[in-house]
C-alpha cells in the first residue's frame, strides 16, 4: 500500500479523534492519498468494543474512494455480509452499500442491559453530522427476531440520507405474522413521518394470535381463515407521534371464539333473556361457532372507532359500533343483537329487499345496549327499545332515496400534513 500524505493530511489525521466523520472525508477529498491503487484484507479480526465481534474485509482505495468489496461481521446473533463505498466530492461525504443477512436475532446481539444503557445514552445525546452526508444502502434481511421473540421475515428495503438532513426509508418487503406489509418514513430537521400499508392478506387467526402473542396467551382468541387489508400513518415536529390515521378491514368465515372479554360479557348479559336463552352456549365450557366475521376500524389520534363489527352465529347476529380511547381506553359502543336470524336470513336472499330492510346491520330487529367505562370494567346498559325494528327506518330513507352513506362522516385528518401519502387508500379502498 503507497500513501500520500501532505501537511494538511496530518491536520486531518490529528482531529481523527475528535471528529472521524470529518477527518476521513477531508483525507478523501485530498484526491492524492494513494499514490496508486492499493489494497488492504482481514480475515477474523476480533474486536471488543463496542461490541465484542469478528470481521473479515476486503477494501480497495482509489484516490478518493474507498471500496469495501466486501465484508463480513460475525458475532452471536449476528452474520452479516454486505459492501460500502465511500466516495469524498465537493464538501460532501457519498456512501453506497448493499447489506445481507440470513439471521439477525436483536436479543442476542443487544442484551436487555445493553438495550437499556443505549435507550439512556439516546436521552442525553443526539447524533450531528458535522459533514454533509449522501447515503444510498440497500438491504436484505431474510430473518429478524426482536427482542420481544417476534420475527420478521424478508425484511428488504433501503435507506437513504440526502445532504446529511433527509432520512428517507423505504420497506417495499416486510412480512410479519404471515401478514404482508410496505412501509415508508421520512425524517427531516423539523418533521417526521411514517407509513405501513397492510397489503391484502390471508391465513388463519389462530396462527395469527399465536405469532402476535410468543409469550403469553393472548386476551383474545379466535379461530378460522381469514382476509384483511388496511394502513397506518403517523407524523410529528416535536415528538414521535403526534398525529395519526389508519384504517383496518377484516373478514373470516366458519370459524370459531375462543377468548374475547369484552364479547362473553355482553353475551352473558343476554344469555338469561328470554329471546336469547337456548341460543347463546357456555363461553367458559364451549367454544362460539361463527359463520361470518367482519370487522372495520378506524384510528384517529387518540380514538379507536369501531366502523363496524359483524358476528353471525348459530341462532343470532350481533352487530356493534362506536370507538374506544386510546389513552384512557374509555369504551363508547353500541352493540346490537339478534335472535330472529332465520328472519333475517330469508330476507337477505330476497333481492332488493334485503339491502332495504336489513341494512348495514343486516338484522330486522334486534335489542340495542350500550357498553361504557372502560376496556378492562365494561359497564353494560340497555338501551331505549324504540331502537328495536330501526330497519323499517331504513325502509323509509330507501324510499325516499337517501343513501346509508349520507349519515357517514369523512375521516378527521386535522394536523396531518402528509395526506398526499395514504389519500390514494380513501379514495379507492380494496375490499370494502
Known sequence: MSVNLEKRDFKALEGFKRDPLQAFQRLLSSGNLFLRPS?????????KEPLSLTASFSVEFGNSTVSISSFRVKREGLDLNGSLAFKA?????????????????LAKIFPTEALNATKERQKTTEIE???PVNANLAFSLHKVILPTNHTIESLNGTLSIVNGT????????????????????????????????????????????????????????FEGPFKAHGFFYFDGEKSLIEHTYGELYATSHKGYMYRAPLLMRVLGFLSPIDLFRGKIPDLEKNLLPLDELTLALKVSNSRLLVDEFFM???????????????????????????????????????????????????????????????????????????SIGKGIFRFVFKFFGISEDFFQKKPELEGIKRKDVFERKLENPQGR
Request: proline share 6%; charged share 20%.
Open 166 to 221: 433527509i432520512y428517507a426509508l423505504k420497506l417495499p418487503e416486510v412480512n410479519f405474522c404471515g401478514l404482508s406489509f410496505t412501509a415508508e418514513a421520512e425524517k427531516t430537521n423539523t418533521f417526521h413521518y411514517g407509513y405501513v400499508e397492510l397489503n391484502p392478506s390471508q391465513g388463519d387467526l389462530l396462527d395469527l394470535f399465536s405469532c402476535l402473542y410468543p409469550n403469553e396467551m393472548p386476551k383474545v382468541i
Open 89 to 105: 466530492k465537493e464538501d460532501a461525504l457519498w456512501i453506497d452499500g448493499k447489506l445481507f443477512s440470513e439471521t439477525i436475532d
Open 39 to 47: 489494497s488492504l484484507h482481514g480475515k477474523d479480526l476480533t474486536l
Open 129 to 131: 453530522l458535522t459533514v
Open 312 to 386: 353471525s352465529a348459530q341462532g343470532f347476529r350481533l352487530f356493534s359500533s362506536g370507538y374506544a380511547n386510546l389513552k384512557d381506553k374509555g369504551l363508547s359502543l353500541t352493540f346490537l343483537v339478534s335472535p330472529f336470524k332465520t328472519v333475517d336470513v330469508v330476507i337477505e336472499h330476497i333481492p332488493y329487499l334485503s339491502r332495504l330492510l336489513l341494512g348495514k346491520e343486516r338484522m330486522l330487529v334486534y335489542l340495542p345496549l350500550g357498553v361504557v367505562g372502560t376496556y378492562d370494567n365494561p359497564i353494560i346498559v340497555p338501551l331505549h327499545p324504540a
